[in-house]
């Protein structure tokens, strides 16, 4: 007995490499990220991105998880939508954690997040001038 996962019959794989490509660049995540955050060598990762091979099922579940779609948007059976709003998957993660913090630990976390922001426009500014 094979310990392969395989796919649905009726989903066609394709196109998976070119949806792989535009949902990784949508969250702006490099291949190496990628990589990184499923456990396989980079190398692997741009065979997928090329079409030169295609991960196996598990993988495609956790490749859904880290770019936040569904299956269907990632087999192609749905359309994708390029909008999304948090693009680092750590902080979408965390993100989705955030309302189980006290109303104390959310306005601290605004504070923070906040004087973040205005350090990186001030730095933004100063490098303009």
């Known amino acids: 007995m094979s310990l392969v996962q ?7 794989m394709t ?3 070119e949806r792989l490509r535009q949902l990784r660049k949508a969250r702006k995540i490099t291949q190496t ?7 396989v060598s980079p190398r692997v990762y741009t065979r997928w991105e090329n079409g030169d091979a295609v991960p196996v099922f598990a ?4 490749l859904a998880d880290i770019l936040d779609v569904t299956l269907d948007q990632l087999a192609g059976r749905k359309d994708i ?3 999304a709003k948090i693009h680092n998957p750590e ?11 006290s109303d104390e630990d959310q306005k601290a976390l605004v504070i923070l997040l906040d004087s973040l ?3 990186s426009r001030m730095s933004q500014v100063m490098g303009e001038i």
């Open 117 to 119: 922001v205005k350090r």
């Open 91 to 101: 902080l979408h993660r965390l993100y989705s954690k955030v309302d189980q913090l």
């Open 33 to 39: 990220r990628v990589a990184e955050l499923l456990g």
């Open 81 to 83: 939508d390029d909008d």
């Open 15 to 17: 196109d998976f490499h």
């Open 6 to 12: 395989h796919f649905p019959p009726d989903w066609n």
């Open 59 to 62: 993988t495609v579940v956790k």
